[in-house]
């Protein structure tokens, strides 16, 4: 589309694309010190520089980062949006309520907007997406997912000739940080969380990293892109890391595995009928264990990772940096770039924010968690006594979970039990765990983890 809100502004802009900053902390200050350092070549690439008009933040007066133009600084967002001469809002100030009253203001002011914010994206993206298109202005959010990955360009414009059949991927770098120093360091899990902290990579609230929130809301902005569907966040049953034990990442790699914090969306064809396939999805967040000769088993620290499978491409995977600064703030400047292209031609809605037009987004039925299938890792505390493995495989083997490698661990009360089965339907194991956790000599409730291939 051409014309509308860029259009009277062509001859402005090609003086400087004008931006209000709503937000100036980790991802913030990596923006203005990428437009500090890299001005010339952004000019150079776009044909207009990029001039921060104003920054608004919580507490004006605190200390800032030296690259922070201290002058531009306020705690006045109704002054930002009611600047008629910012053409782009960014909104990296996180939070959904907050951020979302100002999102939707920018929006309505016909500013455009590019944000970060996948918890705001993933709760009231449709809502958003709908009003930018209806004020012909551009909703970018490239940083929301994967930080530095540029996976929602690949999803958007790359693939646009095919299908997307699946997407695995490590899409939260606090969560593989942690499991990775547990494993590689033997760290603690809580000194894992502060180090991830202290480097900017984990959310301001890091619950949602560990409980997989975080990766829950990236997972359905990315469903929503690659399916051309509309998934909510309470579409993917989701589960965190934080009952991954040492234990269970020593007893996992005896079987040859990693333990990775997997989130996974792809299309299952089920038979409604003999003749006719529908087509669901499946959709899940969770600690996985991956084969160790894997692409996924062998990303590091904060690294994210997503691996897709195109009808056409076959098997693609992107890997980079998934948070932190800079790698967060070259995402954002990159779809400020792209809004300015878009603005200095007087456009707008070239590429639709969700890879799909609005008016063609589906829904898509998803499966039940109880029907996903695979092999399973389990862990039972047991206090070590005559008859306990045979009560434990009795139980697994009358709810049609068949045990492919099983060995006991530790010499003092209690001892782990641990086993890898062959592949089970997740409602089977449940069932079983649900059992197995009330036997005699079983000390606490089983650990579970799917086996991902
Ligand atoms: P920070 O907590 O470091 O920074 C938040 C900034 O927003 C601060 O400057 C804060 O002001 C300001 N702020 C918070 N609430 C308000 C408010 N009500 N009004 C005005 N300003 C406010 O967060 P990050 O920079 O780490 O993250 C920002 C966004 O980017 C989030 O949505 C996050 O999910 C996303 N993101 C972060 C990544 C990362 O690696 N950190 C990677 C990808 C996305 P003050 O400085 O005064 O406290
Ligand atoms: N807290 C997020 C993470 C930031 O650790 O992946 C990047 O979205």
Known sequence: MVGCAGAARVGDVAQSIRIGLIGCGV???????????????????LGAPLDIRRIVVRDASSARDEVVPRNLLSTDAQALLDDSE???????????????E????????????????KALLAEQGDELVTLAEARSVDLYFEAAVAGGIPIIRVLREALASDQVVALRGIVNGTSNYILSRMQSEG????DALREAQAAGYAEADPTLDVNGGDACHKLAILATLAFG?????????????ESITAGDIEFAKRFGFVIKPLAVARQVLGASSPEQHSTKLDLRVHPALVPQDSVLASIPGAINAVHIEGAMLGPCVLSGPGAGALPTAMSVVSDIVDVGRNLLIGAHGRVPSRAFRGDRLKTIPIQDAGDHRSRFYLRTMVR????????????????HVSIEQMFQDGSDTPVAVV????????????????????????????QAIRVEH
């Open 419 to 446: 086993m890898l089965t062959h592949e089970a339907r997740e409602r089977d194991v449940t069932a079983a765990l649900k059992q197995i956790d009330a036997l005699a000599n079983v000390v606490s409730a089983a």
């Open 384 to 399: 070590d006594e005559p008859g306990v493995l045979a009560a434990i495989a009795n139980v697994l083997g009358k709810n």
């Open 187 to 190: 760290s603690s899990f809580e």
């Open 229 to 241: 569907a509309r998934v909510q966040p309470t579409d993917v049953p989701t589960e965190g890391i």
């Open 86 to 100: 910012i053409d782009i809002v960014v909104e990296v100030m996180g939070g959904v309520s907050r951020a979302g």
């Open 27 to 45: 991802v913030g200050t990596g923006i203005l010190r990428l437009l500090r350092d890299h001005a010339g070549s952004i000019e150079s690439r």
């Open 102 to 117: 100002l999102v939707r203001a920018a929006l309505e002011r016909g500013k455009h907007v590019v944000t970060a914010n």
